[in-house]
DNA sequence: CTGAAAGCGCTTACAG
DNA sequence: CTGAAAGCGCTTACAG
């Protein structure tokens, strides 16, 4: 195995002192153009790859940036995948990441949050919903004067930090213009958690597509639910039992979409066929459900890498405003052009 | 925010020397019983947590462990699992963890394996499936000296190798013997890819279930297939076309299950009722079907986290056998005692 | 803009 | 078994 390449190698190829091989590499803009030509060459004959360890020690920074997210059963995918994009985001920029669990009822949910802040062992902080909901936590968060960025916020939240996430009002539009499109006129709605604000917002932006394409409120019955299997099929039932018959149900996310198509089929519903169930976020089993569900991709661990980035600015004082990515949305079999079944549902 | 402890601070405390800290931290057999107590006790009073950058840069190693896995389009919870498993048993052990993807079917895959491991910037390494079934990366790999485990591999290399798996064979009799014993007598199979030997051990075991059933050929009927979903579409829709109606499908995972379950639909099947579909591994979304699926859990997390500790003690030099890991069934609705519907199935 | 020097927190021969 | 010293590869005031 070829001997490994340190700054000092550079330095002397380069001729130049290994504290300019430093600075070049550290983007300090004090260095001559003339000598950053050369260290860049002289770096790049030798395939130099700065240690990582030593410029940590040395620099006496952590390079840690702190993801803090909720410990919760269900959209373990949906942590996997913002994980797998902060990381790559991390690679990116030299950062390594740790995670924080905290449950999201603990009273102690603020100390847990700020201890690691306080002791200093991140440089940069990631809040996922629901923490990024929370109006206390980014305020004592920014009191800290630890640079932050918010993940999937509500309105409140996304007016007073930087941070990414879908535009959910414009996913739920859409959702809804998709089934309007297809001849449905009759709804359900499996809503999300209270707290959890993007769940809610999709919801404001189903309700106001179906205004403008005319339709009264006798056209959609809403049931309480929540974001896992469980809390689908048991809001499913609660529509089912009113005696309203939809033709399309539209979840708050595809996990309770699954538990909504679960429930309608108990009921002897053919699907689709009888009636339509889409949800929300396209996770990785959206397309091995029966029917596969149509769906609104949010591309997560994009938002992850991005969320990086955004991050890495803030902490060299760069401010940035909350950036809405825009949905897309998925269609498979389980939405369908109405035909006659729309009577017939049933 | 309080001071940051260092190896200084206890020394002082302990009334020892740096050097003798280290050793205790570093569990060097060469200190008295009674100063290690006094810097343990020291450590421990000044909450005292030592800088891993500093230990990797004096120490210079790279406590890097590095996972090679193939870029495979489904099984990504399967690798999120395994990851999530290593990286649990990274933190216990003071290691990092570095992963390698790498397109099983390249030509140049045996370069990119020997790569890191000869430029050595990792301390060792673990081989997922399939680079975990293929002998002569096993003893490429070995010949480097550098230390590996090896991850769910198929009979052949699992003699080779240190490592975790589950035992397949034992968990296809496993589930064989759940379905015999409700009163299934007609099998469909959906075999899994060729060189993924795991897979086809699950078979092997079932038909040993099925010999000491008393059941001869006819009772099964098997289907080239994959793993994923599309696969076990294209499978069932194979083992239909023969017109055979088994009452029970096994698939070779979940992912083909749900495909399969899929293709049954559209043959107008009810699930259950008229079939029962199983898979293997509990993946995530086993449980949010549609019926939830009767499966074989293998704790891949755990077995992470076990490869790291088996790992460990190979840098060490401490020899370790391959370890089975004992299946589990989970039993959901999508298996369900035989009534009359064997006799009317379709 | 540039270099010499000190230092980040730890480990490890070396000498005892 | 123990300590003094050198050094891991880099960064950063400091002085110019």
């Given amino acids: 195995m070829p001997a490994k390449k340190t700054i000092r190698d550079v330095a002397l190829l380069a001729g130049?002192?290994?504290?300019?091989?430093?600075?070049?590499?550290?983007?300090?803009?004090?260095?001559?153009?003339?000598?950053?030509?050369r260290v860049l060459g002289a770096a790049k004959a030798l395939r130099f790859r700065p240690n990582t360890q030593a410029r940590l020690l040395a620099g006496k920074r952590t390079s840690t940036l702190l993801l803090i997210h909720p410990i919760a059963g269900p959209l373990t995918w949906y942590f996997h995948l913002l994980e797998a994009g902060l990381l790559k985001g991390c690679g990116r920029n030299g950062f390594q990441l740790d995670t924080l669990m905290v449950f999201p009822d603990s009273p102690r949910r603020m100390a847990k949050i700020l201890q690691p802040i306080e002791r200093?062992?991140?440089?940069?902080?990631?809040?996922?919903?629901?923490?990024?909901?929370?109006?206390?936590?980014?305020?004592?968060?920014?009191a800290s004067r630890m640079p932050f960025v918010i993940i999937a916020a509500g309105a409140e939240t996304r007016?007073?930090?930087?941070?990414?996430?879908?535009?959910?009002?414009?996913?739920?539009?859409m959702m809804a213009r998709h089934l309007l499109g297809l001849g449905h006129r009759r709804f359900g709605f499996t809503?999300?958690?209270?707290?959890?604000?993007s769940a809610q917002e999709r919801f404001v932006g189903a309700r106001k597509a179906f205004a403008?394409?005319?339709?009264?409120?006798?056209?959609?019955?809403?049931?309480?639910?929540?974001?896992?299997?469980?809390?689908?099929?048991?809001?499913?039932?609660?529509?089912?039992?009113?005696?309203?018959?939809?033709?399309?149900?539209?979840?708050?996310?595809?996990?309770?979409?699954?538990?909504?198509?679960?429930?309608?089929?108990?009921?002897g519903l053919q699907l689709p066929g009888a009636l339509n169930i889409v949800g929300f976020d396209d996770a990785p089993f959206a397309r091995l459900l029966s029917p596969p569900l149509t769906t609104i991709a949010q591309t997560i661990d994009i938002m992850g890498t991005r969320a990086?980035?955004?991050?890495?600015?803030?902490?060299?004082?760069?401010?940035?405003?909350y950036e809405m990515v825009k949905p897309r949305l998925v269609i498979r079999e389980s939405s369908e052009r109405v035909r006659d079944f729309a009577a017939s549902a049933e």
């Avoid at 990086?308 to 405003?321: G, M, Q, S, Y």
Wanted: some cysteine; aromatic content about 4%; glycine content about 10%.
């Fill in 16 to 37: 130049v002192s290994p504290a300019t091989v430093s600075r070049v590499l550290n983007d300090n803009p004090r260095v001559s153009a003339e000598n950053r030509e």
């Fill in 120 to 142: 200093g062992t991140c440089e940069g902080v990631v809040l996922a919903a629901p923490f990024s909901d929370d109006p206390e936590i980014i305020a004592a968060v920014r």
């Fill in 159 to 173: 007016a007073l930090a930087a941070g990414v996430g879908m535009d959910d009002e414009a996913a739920g539009h």
């Fill in 191 to 197: 809503l999300g958690l209270p707290d959890h604000l």
């Fill in 212 to 267: 403008e394409a005319g339709l009264g409120e006798d056209a959609v019955v809403e049931a309480e639910g929540g974001l896992d299997f469980p809390s689908g099929f048991a809001a499913f039932n609660r529509i089912h039992d009113t005696g309203f018959k939809p033709t399309a149900v539209i979840c708050a996310n595809d996990e309770s979409a699954a538990g909504a198509i679960h429930a309608a089929r108990m009921h």
């Fill in 308 to 321: 990086v980035t955004i991050l890495a600015d803030a902490i060299r004082k760069i401010e940035r405003p």
